[in-house]
């Protein structure tokens, strides 16, 4: 057994050794500047090719004051709702720095200081490293800050090196960007807003910031801003550091901020790339968002200029031809977003994301959800069945030739021969725009002029879990996806442009697919930050299911509802959407070099509600074989001039054909004489008294990928005598006729 003298010894020594270590410590550490801070660096954006796109960031948006020109108002909101005992306390939380260091020694995250004191520290210790050497530096900072600089002191620091959001650093710059005066002028209102934001200016921004987080929208940010708000005056008044009648006329409005403006060199598509770009390196880093902010990083991206351009002057150039918002009220609050991909790579080469923070359009249309896709969501149907195969089929997938009725108001059958209801235990019913009678025709006539009950019914049969399984696989995000319900297969769910164009990439890549991307390489100082490798790149379908896909979608250019898309004198293949109250339409298309998605939608300034796009551009509705193709066929001729033209790899056949139960046996070819020969050209405009019939005929690369029997879809029911025109979305207006579960298809 140790002796006592060498126990006590030993615990002298020990303690001896920890004391020098803090005093070490303590004099090796100095005392931070708000001036050091405020010298914070901007944030430098380069094209593609290494090229200078914008220098953007804080370093132009901070100005310190002293603390007589803080409204005590602002000075007792943070401490009423921060630290109370900031007057009285050391400036340190010894439990807080226990727990932070606890935290990091198990490997979590670190934790911000408590005290207003610490806070200033952290904002003001400018390291980027997340380890438990800073915070014990960050610890003996904030001890000798509470020792050497009063209160006052400390106050104005921290009111000074604060994040508010908007790019905004210290009270000054908040003070001009959300309500345009000088500090000084803040009311006790206005005050206890940005201490609110103090909390997180992500989730308490009035503006909302779903560009970070979807839940980050504007409602949601509005109610916990003013929540808080209206709590921090309360604690104020509590506290007697405003009297009863400052309070009452403090709480008596809300005092909403003003709009966000654009900065220099964030105007025309510069403002979305760097958008895009930043909420790229946020999710794929460990770099917050108040570091970003701070400057000094060298942001690498996918993008390249002259496609960017491209991209925005083809929305410009068929916005010109085709809207006069001056002469036509339905012609306002268009809006358009576009997105295009390299297939087997992910990188997002342009982005068209709205009229530009100078026109006062602050959010990404190129990156937004709640727009519905349409019928641009029947590909991942097809692909679904073409992999799985039906309830019928255990599990063999079922060739594009397979027939199903094309009717129009038919019932729609669960896999247990059981009809669809909706909520009232009403027959749900599936409607086409058109109430052309097609009878049975095969998936791939269906897919060529766009006819929503045989995919309807095919989702059911399929499964619409699985046909979601294709969708997710192919790169469609979770948070994006609808109820699955029979609608599902016809694009209720609204994922982003760019999320199309990249699970449309998929279908180019014979299967492969890769995330998209907007970020190659990040450095802070010239140093590199790790996170930035190009994802992989996975098999996400078998091939010849995509294959299948796209040769099936190159018909839908060749002879069906995106004809206008053969302008572009190349192989290509693509598909339209529009959906119900013609609310919004699409076009996604690719080629082996580009897929490019391009959504059409209208909304209200007001609530961002979607309005009906009736009545725009002069004409009965619009579709997605309309001004959506007309621009991506306008991006992919610049895009893709002087490039080859590879074409797309063979599509094998896949053999097994599996009709809808009720499909007649095949009758032997009917004979056709020139006065029962459907016209070539099927209306785009959908009319109550049909014009012309559909198309006869399919340019098939293959013998197998027509019908044997000729006529509309190889003659499981004759020709019909009677017209009609053929569109491609779902009944506008008409919808679901019972106005039950559903509501409305969607085409």
Known sequence: MPSWKLVSGLCLFFLGSLVAAVGVGYAMVGIPSENTAAKSQNNVYY???????????????????TIDQIPKAMQWSVISAENKSFYTDSGVDPMGIARALANMARGGQTQGGSTITQQFVKN????????????????????????????????????????????????????????????????????????????GPTYYDPI???????????????????????????????DKRITDVEYQTAIKKYPMPQGLKATKGMTGQISYLVDTAKKYVLNHSNISQTEFDQGGYQIYTTFQKDKVNELSAAVKKVQKERLDPKKRDLDKYVQFGAASVVPKDGAIV???????????????NADTSGVPVGSTWK??????????????????????????????????????????LNKDNSIYYQNNESNYPWGYISLRKAMEQSINTPFVQLGMDVGNSKVRDVARASGILDDSFATLNASFAIGTSTPSAIRMADAYATFAASGKQADPYSVTAVKHDGQPVSGFTEPAVKQAMPENVANNVTNTLENVIQNGTAKSAKALGRDAAGKTGTTDSNKSAWFVGYTQQLSTSIAM??????????????GTAGVASI????????????????????????????????????????????????VITPSETPSETPSETPSETPSSTPSATETCRFSWQCNDNGGTDGGATSTPTDTATATETSGTDRGNQNGGIFGGSTG
């Not at 090719?49 to 220098?55: F, H, R």
């Not at 939608?601 to 009736?614: H, V």
């Open 601 to 614: 939608f209208r909304e209200n300034p007001k609530d961002a509600e979607l309005l009906s796009m009736n």
């Open 350 to 364: 342009a982005l068209y994301g709205g009229d530009g923070y100078e026109n006062g359009h602050f959010t990404n």
């Open 623 to 670: 579709h997605g074989g309309d001004i959506p193709t007309a621009v991506w066929t306008a991006y992919m001729e610049s895009a893709l001039k002087g490039k080859s033209d590879p074409g797309f790899p063979d599509a094998t056949k896949i053999d097994k054909v599996s009709n809808e139960d009720g499909a007649p046996t095949p009758t032997p070819t009917p």
């Open 124 to 199: 003001t210790y400018l390291s980027q490293e997340q380890t438990v050497t800073r915070k014990f530096k960050e610890m003996f900072i904030s001890i000798k800050v509470g020792t050497q600089l009063s209160k006052q002191q400390v106050l104005q620091g921290y009111l000074n090196t604060s994040y508010y959001g908007r790019g905004a650093y210290g009270i000054q710059a908040a003070a001009q960007t959300y309500y345009g005066v000088d500090a000084v002028k803040l009311t006790p209102s206005q005050c206890a807003f940005l201490a609110a934001l103090l909390k």
């Open 208 to 238: 909302g910031a779903t560009n970070i987080d979807p839940a980050a929208d504007a409602k949601s940010n509005t109610a916990r801003s003013k929540a808080r708000w209206s709590w921090i005056l309360e604690q104020m008044h509590n």
């Open 47 to 65: 094209w593609s090719d290494g090229t200078q796109m914008v220098a953007t960031g804080t370093g132009a948006n901070r100005q310190n004051v």
């Open 379 to 420: 590909p991942f149907v097809l692909a679904a069945a073409m992999q799985y195969g039906t309830y019928k089929t255990d599990g063999v997938g079922i060739s594009p030739l397979s027939k199903y009725n094309g009717d129009d108001h038919l019932k729609v059958r669960n896999q247990d021969g059981s009809y669809v």
